[in-house]
């Protein structure tokens, strides 16, 4: 009897010990809501590879396709079927906030249906226009467009409700031009924009500051102003932003990680706690640099707030613009 007691007791001891272990995952995955390639598997790979590279993950982290509606799919999936997985992270981007915030990953999912752990990086919107376009700031553009919206075509990779088009729209309402006036053409993708750009067949292109590297060192564009909260850094630094221009049409492109809803508290202060050991890390900083995203260091509870903020932020947009009731 007492040894079985005995038993009892080193049982019990040895089953509070595991429970007061740290979270650990033992099969670390990172789901990418898209095909190979492109930008939710750059994101999942800025966290495999960064994170390798740093040192924080003793099982190398898998990466995993899930398909379907800028992130839809794999929302659903997660809600559904794996709320509690604190091993799954899954990579969003600002275009997936938009759809959050225009119901189109359910009627019955929003915002606080995940938890908002990390992020990866940063891009920034921007308005760019021909080398040879009549406007040399935002101000003479905008002036133009006061004038008659309906002369000049803005254009890029997104239709209606994207994200695409909620900068040529945040352009337009900052300058106090209805947006429902404006005149734009989607296409399938930025290179087809940019070459719609180039031929002009458009004549300003609201698209990303990253990705326009190579044509501002070929003089092929000019870049009005950029879309972040305050100037950029490096080689963008001589660039003004819309804000300083007297324009308040900020864009800020966020890609990041959520975990589902129902994961421990324990799994989430783990993950927070390897963002905030990884933003420290030159070897990590190196990984995003390289996948061309710039620094934005936030993760846990400030990051989970600054994601729902930013897509109560995005519903009121969308409202205002006429795409939800």
């Not at 007492?2 to 099969?27: C, H, R, V």
């Not at 929302?75 to 990579?91: K, Q, W």
């Not at 564009?221 to 932003?241: C, H, N, Q, Y």
């Not at 007297?246 to 809803?261: N, Q, S, V």
Request: proline share 5%; charged share 20%.
């Amino acid at each position: 009897m007492t040894i079985k007691f005995g038993a009892l007791l080193l049982t019990g001891g040895l089953a509070l010990a595991a429970n007061a272990m740290a979270f650990e995952p033992s099969k670390p995955e990172c789901i990418a809501p898209a095909k190979p390639g492109g930008g939710f598997d750059l994101t999942c790979r800025v966290i495999s590879n960064g994170f390798a590279d740093a040192g924080l993950l003793a099982t190398p982290m898998a990466v995993t396709f899930m398909p379907g509606g800028v992130g839809a799919v794999a929302y659903n999936h997660i809600n559904a079927s794996r709320p509690d997985d604190g091993d799954a992270l899954v990579a969003f981007s600002s275009g997936s906030l938009l759809n959050i915030a225009q119901g189109k990953f359910g009627k019955d999912l929003d915002e606080s249906d995940a938890r908002w752990v990390g992020a990866a990086g940063v891009d920034y919107g921007a308005v760019i226009v021909k080398a040879d376009a009549p406007w040399s700031t935002l101000g003479e553009l905008v002036a133009d467009l006061q004038k008659d919206p309906t002369k000049y075509v803005l254009g890029a990779g997104g239709g209606v409700g994207s994200q695409d088009w909620m900068k040529a729209a945040i352009l337009m309402k900052s300058s106090s031009v209805d947006p429902k006036s404006m005149r734009y053409v989607a296409y399938e993708g930025g290179g087809e924009a940019l070459a719609a750009l180039m031929g002009g067949h458009i004549q300003v292109y609201p698209g990303d500051v990253g990705e326009m590297k190579g044509q501002l060192e070929a003089g092929k564009v000019k870049m009005l102003a950029v879309m972040s909260p305050e100037r950029l850094d490096g080689e963008f630094a001589g660039i003004p932003t819309a804000k300083e221009q007297g324009f308040d049409a900020e864009w800020t492109i966020l890609r990041g990680y959520y975990l589902g809803p129902k994961v421990s508290d324990d799994a989430y202060a783990y993950w927070s706690g390897q963002f905030s050991k990884a933003y420290q890390s030159p070897a990590f900083m190196q990984t995003v640099a390289d996948k061309g995203l710039m620094p934005f260091k936030m993760q846990g509870q400030e990051f989970d707030q600054y994601v729902k903020e930013r897509v109560g932020y995005m519903r009121n947009l969308a409202r205002e613009a006429g795409l939800i009731d």
